[in-house]
T-cell receptor, first 112, second 118 residues
Framework: DSGVTQTPKHLITATGQRVTLRCSPR?????VYWYQQSLDQGLQFLIQ???????AKGNILERFSAQQFPDLHSELNLSSLELGDSALYFC???????????FGPGTRLTVT | AQTVTQSQPEMSVQEAETVTLSCTYD???????LFWYKQPPSRQMILVIR??????QNATENRFSVNFQKAAKSFSLKISDSQLGDTAMYFC???????????????FGKGTKLTVNP
């Protein structure tokens, strides 16, 4: 158990819908990262937050957004879902940038 | 942009034997970090080992050790005394060390699927 929690574990939804994935970092960790794992793209970085502020963006679609709250938990919002958004979404946290990242168990999103 | 290449899509090893997984990377930076992550069938991503580029000494964690060749941009993982529980996908990952104007994101290779046979 890494100490990073993600909810829900599984999510099945229809095209065009909107979902919210939630992540709670390890106690004391200020940095949160979101990654997407799909069969064709592999593991891709989406977005990074540090202490409530957005720090970097990766290959994140405009239909996706995220935020980190004052209690340091983070949410990833995915809207206008398409079949290709089906993937495993990981949240990771680290005590600070450039430290080891510890991953949550992931949220399996299936878009039908 | 940094890239990470794992040239062995699949490997297998007998229990108690030693196996080495290969990883090469491409970067123009001199300060960076390298990692190996393990993803068992449960899909959890588990940190196995970390190496700082400025350290000449190779990192070790119990049965796991790395061979870091900075000039060759090579970062292989050696698993000694392989156990059935080592069966998993193994991902090599790169993180840049400089933070100005950049991100501490992990750049992953495509992974190597390792099967440990009894």
């Amino acid at each position: 158990d890494s100490g990073v929690t993600q909810t829900p574990k599984h999510l099945i939804t229809a095209t065009g819908q909107r979902v919210t994935l939630r992540c709670s970092p390890r106690s004391g960790d200020l940095s949160v990262y979101w990654y997407q794992q799909s069969l064709d793209q592999g593991l891709q970085f989406l977005i990074q937050y540090y202490n409530g502020e957005e720090r970097a963006k990766g290959n994140i679609l405009e239909r996706f957004s995220a935020q980190q709250f004052p209690d340091l938990h983070s949410e990833l919002n995915l809207s206008s879902l398409e079949l290709g958004d089906s993937a495993l979404y990981f949240c990771a946290s680290s005590v600070a940038p450039r430290y080891e990242q510890y991953f949550g168990p992931g949220t399996r999103l299936t878009v039908t | 942009a940094q890239t990470v290449t794992q040239s062995q899509p699949e490997m297998s090893v007998q229990e108690a034997e030693t196996v080495t997984l290969s990883c090469t990377y491409d970067t123009s930076e001199s300060n960076y970090y390298l990692f190996w992550y393990k993803q068992p069938p449960s899909r959890q991503m588990i940190l196995v080992i970390r190496q700082e580029a400025y350290k000449q000494q190779n990192a070790t964690e119990n049965r796991f050790s790395v061979n870091f060749q900075k000039a060759a941009k090579s970062f292989s993982l050696k698993i000694s005394d392989s156990q059935l529980g080592d069966t998993a996908m193994y991902f090599c990952a790169f993180m840049r060390g400089l933070t100005q104007g950049g991100s501490e994101k992990l750049v992953f290779g495509k992974g190597t699927k390792l099967t440990v046979n009894p």
